[in-house]
């Protein structure tokens, strides 16, 4: 408590209030000098300030000016009175609303929730230290219509208790305000303080306690296998994660997922992660930190997948992102498998570029865009396999699944891929006569077959369409089947025995010969589960082949040049305004049949989606030169010349300028003679609602189905007989 000056009379005549003789110091008191020096350095903070200011008026109204006034001016009084009069002093507790600013610059807080956490403490503290000093200023002023008469003497500390208990609504009672000023000055802070106290001390409880939870380290349980996620952690990468990789269906889930998040979880992530507490745990921290990787056992864990954002209006800059958190995870942990999703497939390249990158310790690359165009291509030359893939590896939720497919689709959840080699009675046999008969006599269905002759051994030939794919001896066959039981009829038949036989569970080994049997190899499907102990065997890439073709091909075709890998079709580069194709009189000025039309959506700004991915299927040197179709790509000239860098050494492509959503130009691109219509959107998706993302495709494919009708409707312009316009999306 302040106290009066102890003095003579001609000391006390100078406080010339008697209240505020209790507020009067002598300049003996020690804590004078303190208080001295403290107001010489604002003084001088206050003209330094001052001189820096560039707007002059601006700088009076600032709360830091406004507390100098009230602070600094009593001193410069206080020397001509004699006295130290404390007055608005406590003002100064506001400076401390500087105080993250300087922890800032002095690197103290460097973290953001250090940060957040320093100026909800900075506020806290500085209104209930300002808010004290003004209560104890009026209480023991007292009200000046009554002449100060119902002053009370309260010290400091009781003020701050006094105000803690108002703020924390608990209200004890025993120090009260007596003063109607105190009293009026209490009310207003009630409502004021009730709100900061009920917003501040929680965020700053939840900071301080997130910060306890989310920091900690896994404690790694011998025995059990567990996979570290980072990269693009929110709630819908999560979620989706999840639900693929934790099914009902797949049975029990033995393997923890730990989550290596930068930022802390939403209270929807939260929530997420409660529900699989048993399988989930989450950290917080960052791939490229090397004290996070240890907190996560990063060298023990079976392997890091990096998640990217598919959404991401720059997708370069989330590539690059995410090959750096590699490039850090593989400098520190060599040996730990890292499975990464890339958005932009011609950002492949740099991985493998990376030291300590290994391919065959099973680190992969995932890359959602490459594969869905190189199934899109596949489709242009073998129509319904995307339609067939999808249904077997994409299981739709059976609650959206209508009543009267629900039963077809819980059997369908049994099936699997899987590879036998077929019975020598099948030599010489077309792929459709083998095709046929399995799915007839054997219940089967029969995909592809592995071709080991000619120039391209060990090639996979998926439906194929030609005569002369024939099957050999010991031909490899891949099958749609729920197990092993019923592929073994195809190694199992012989015509001799099973002719009379309409019953496949009936087909088994015979006894006329004796047939060896290969090892079967079994891909799971979703909700499946191995019927063995081994692991399966990871399958060639399918690569679609012409069976027409014969060794000598290539070298029969003058127009034919393969790439240095021999495996694509090669020329010499065209420059994009040789390939761009004028209109001439409603016509292009090249003739375009049975070719191939992709229509895109995209402009100058669009991302690029890779169409390299999809012409390379349909460049395959598996193909000889002269059946290559022509493909003709119809959308914006701008984003087409973007994309050419990468198509400009690929033969018979051709860029035409036009809009799916306009029925002349695809007249304009002879869409009545093409094989087959894709339509490609580029367009970069919102992190929003994805309901409206593909209308120009929607309406583009009713574009290309009116036009189809009405070639159909058109005498004289028919198809021809089973033959249809096929479209890709």
Known sequence: ?????????????????????QFCLSFEDQTVIIDLFFNVFFLFYFGLRF????????????????????????????FYLGRNWLGLRFLRALRLLELPKILQFLHITTSGTAIKLSKLLAVFISTWLTAAGFLHWMENSGDPWLQRSNYQYLTYFECLYLIMVTMSTVGYGDVVARTTLGRVFILFFIIGGLILFA?????????????????????????????????????????????DFISHDKGEVTTEIIFLGEDAPCLELETVFRC?????????????????????????????????????????????????????????????????????????????????????????????????????????????????????????????????????????????????????D???????????????????????????????????LINPTSATAKVHSDTMGFFVAKSQVEVRRARYYCKQCHNDIFNPDLIGKCRCRRKPVSKIVAFLLPGSQPETSKPPVIIPTLTVVDADRSPGSIKDDSHA??????????????????AVLKKVKKKLSQDLRDHILVCIFGDATSAMIGLRNFVMPLRASNFPYSELKDILFVGNLDYLQRE????????????????????ADLKTANIMTCTVCTILSAHARSPGDQTLIDTKSVLATLNVRSLQLKTNLTPGKMRKPGESLKWHE
């Open 276 to 424: 699989y507490a048993a399988y989930t745990t989450f950290f917080q921290g960052s791939a490229m930190v090397c004290e996070d990787l240890r907190r996560v056992k990063m060298e023990h864990a079976e392997a890091c997948l990096i998640l990217a954002d598919s959404c991401s209006a720059h997708p370069y800059l989330e590539d690059t992102s995410n090959i750096m958190r590699v490039l850090f995870i593989k400098n520190h942990y060599p040996h730990t498998r890292v499975i990464v999703q890339i958005i932009q497939s011609a950002n492949k390249v740099y991985l493998s570029k990376l030291p300590n990158w290994d391919w065959t310790k099973g680190d992969s690359i995932i890359c959602f865009a490459e594969l869905k165009l190189g199934l899109i291509a596949q489709s242009c030359l073998v129509p319904g396999l995307t339609t067939l893939l999808t249904s077997l590896f994409i299981r739709e939720d059976s609650q959206k699944v209508s009543k009267l497919f629900k039963q077809l689709e819980i059997e369908g959840k049994d099936y699997k891929v899987m590879t036998w080699l077929l019975s020598n």
């Open 51 to 78: 001189l820096a200011a560039s707007d002059k008026l601006r700088f009076w109204l600032e709360l830091n000016s406004i507390v100098d006034f009230f602070t600094i001016t009593p001193v410069c009084v206080s």
């Open 199 to 243: 917003n501040l001390v929680p965020e700053v409880v939840d900071i301080v306690g997130s910060t306890k939870i989310y920091k900690g380290a896994y404690q790694a349980v011998k025995g059990r296998k567990y996979l570290v996620v980072c990269g693009y952690i929110n709630l819908h990468s999560v979620t989706a994660f999840l639900s």
């Open 1 to 21: 408590m302040l106290k009066s000056s102890p003095t003579t009379n001609n000391d006390e005549s100078l406080c010339f209030l008697p209240s505020v003789k």
């Open 561 to 578: 040049t393969l790439d240095s890998t021999g495996m694509f079709h090669w020329c010499e580069p065209v420059p994009f305004e040789q």
């Open 426 to 460: 099948f030599v010489d046999m077309t792929f459709q006569e083998v095709c046929r008969l399995c799915f007839l006599k054997l219940n089967l269905i029969l995909l592809a077959i592995e071709s080991k002759s000619g120039v391209h051994g060990n090639s996979i």
């Open 644 to 663: 050419w860098e990468y198509l400009q050494n690929f033969p018979k492509i051709y860029i035409f300028e036009g809009t799916a959503l306009s029925c």
